[in-house]
């Protein structure tokens, strides 16, 4: 075993007396052990002081949930173990803002080297720890470009799952420190796991952001689903069911209907361009016209249309319209009257039961020029008649190879169903719709009205 010389000792005698060999071994001997001794226990000091650095960034993780408070314990731990005068935390949020913690980001981006680029910039381009100790900085460090009197700057990159989310750059820690591999590699840890203590802040963040649009989206569906009708009582011989399926929470489609007088029954079926807020928000103002001006305009559809597109023109975005279609039943005469703005053309089953398309009345679809005007067309509607009313959302469902229902397919759903009370042919088509596509739900919203004429009272 090789010997190692751990010290030396002197040692004196009060009288002219030599001290044996034997005295002097014993005495080296003891030093020896002590010496021994006191680097073991040097060791164990440092061995505990990292742990406790490491059970600290534990007790981080734990408070995750206050960015601010986060950043500052982490940057206060690496100052404290690595005996740093001043430091900042670097991050780098997904969109590429920079945001510090600890020295102000102006006061760090300002401190640059004679090449021009910033400390903030070389920190957060390496992909290795950096150490400059005095000898380089002076060759480096442009001096006219801070106050700061910097003799080693260090700077390890912040790095989770393929992601570099910022830096750690610590200015002034001793040199001898920085000589030690182990000293380095536990900053290294820190860092690593401060790195990983900002992703958990970005994705509680996120998780705390779906959870809000979560509950946005759940009450603006439900504040929604309360302007529909909720039930819909006969009138006059006219029972009538309505259903409502957004693709997503919030949908575009929406219907309404309401009496307007002791024998006619308005009936709005519409369609905003879009999906999801904005459309559920236009829907809400198209179905407030709705309801305040088809009550001026009892005998003419085409009229109510062209004054409730008049206002929407005022109201909607350029990229955005409302498909429509608005009918007026007059149950004394038997009668409907019927217009429409660039929307599917209702089903009316006979009595015989064969189905046929309410095609003749069209126009421009609400909310594109201000000008645009809408015909009446009247039909019969006899007892014993059917009369659906629906969106895009069914006609337009693909199948796996991508062939929509179609209306032929429609019109052979509804052939000779008009003995089906209105529920049970909008059930009936519910669920040829989702047959139609096995794999998938539809992609857009369905919403349908049914409307049958069971008695001539």
């Not at 226990?41 to 490491?54: G, K, V």
């Not at 019969?380 to 032929?408: C, H, N, W």
Request: aromatic share 6%.
């Amino acid at each position: 075993m090789e010997e190692t010389c751990i010290g030396g000792a002197l040692i004196f005698s009060r009288d002219d007396r030599t001290p044996d060999e034997e005295t002097v071994a014993e005495c080296s001997t003891a030093l020896t052990v002590s010496f021994l001794i006191r680097q073991q226990q040097r060791r164990i000091d440092i061995a505990t002081d990292r742990l406790n650095e490491l059970s600290e960034v534990g007790r981080i993780f734990a408070g995750v949930g206050e960015p601010e408070r986060t950043m500052s314990r982490i940057l206060e731990l690496a100052m404290r173990a690595s005996s740093a005068e001043t430091g900042v935390i670097i991050d780098i949020d997904r969109e590429g803002h920079l945001s510090a913690t600890g020295m102000s980001l102006q006061t760090v981006s300002g401190v640059r080297f004679r090449s021009g680029e910033s400390l903030v910039e070389r920190a957060l381009a390496a992909e290795d720890v950096i150490i400059l100790l005095p000898d380089r900085l002076r060759e480096e460090l442009d001096p006219t470009s801070t106050n700061m009197v910097i003799d080693t700057f260090t700077a390890f990159p912040l790095q989770h799952e393929l992601r570099t989310c910022g830096a750690l750059i610590l200015i002034n820690i001793p040199p001898l420190l920085l000589a030690d591999d182990h000293f380095v590699a536990v900053l290294g840890t820190v860092a690593r796991l401060a790195a990983a203590a900002i992703t958990a802040e970005e994705r509680q963040k996120d998780l705390l952001e779906q959870e809000l649009t979560r509950q946005e989206l759940s009450s603006a569906h439900a504040i929604q689903a309360s302007l529909l009708p909720k039930e819909i009582p006969p009138f006059l011989g006219l029972i009538m069911a309505g259903m409502w399926k957004p693709s997503r929470t919030v949908g575009g489609d929406f219907y309404d209907i309401f009496p307007l007088s002791k024998t006619k029954l308005g009936i709005i079926m519409a369609d905003v361009s879009g999906k999801g807020i904005p459309a559920g928000l236009l829907m809400t103002i198209a179905r407030s016209y709705f309801r305040v001006i088809a009550v001026d305009f009892v005998s003419s559809p085409g009229g109510a249309l062209k004054r409730i597109n008049r206002l929407l023109c005022k109201e909607i975005a350029d990229n955005r319209f409302i498909t429509a279609c608005y009918i007026v039943l007059d149950v004394a005469h038997r009668t409907g009257l019927y217009a429409n703005a660039g929307h599917y053309p209702p089903v009316l089953v006979r009595p015989d039961g064969n189905p046929e398309l309410l095609s003749n009345a069209s126009g421009l679809p609400l909310g594109i020029f201000e000008d645009t005007e809408y015909s009446d067309e009247e039909f019969r509607f006899e007892p014993e008649s059917s009369l659906i009313l629906y969106t895009d959302g069914l006609v337009e469902v693909k199948d796996d190879e991508a062939k929509i229902f179609g209306m032929q397919r429609l019109l052979e759903s509804t052939r000779g169903q008009n003995k089906l009370d209105p529920q049970a042919l909008l059930d009936r088509l519910w669920m040829q719709t989702i047959s139609y596509a096995p794999h998938a739900e539809p992609a857009d919203d369905w919403t349908a009205v049914a409307v049958k004429y069971v008695t001539t009272e």
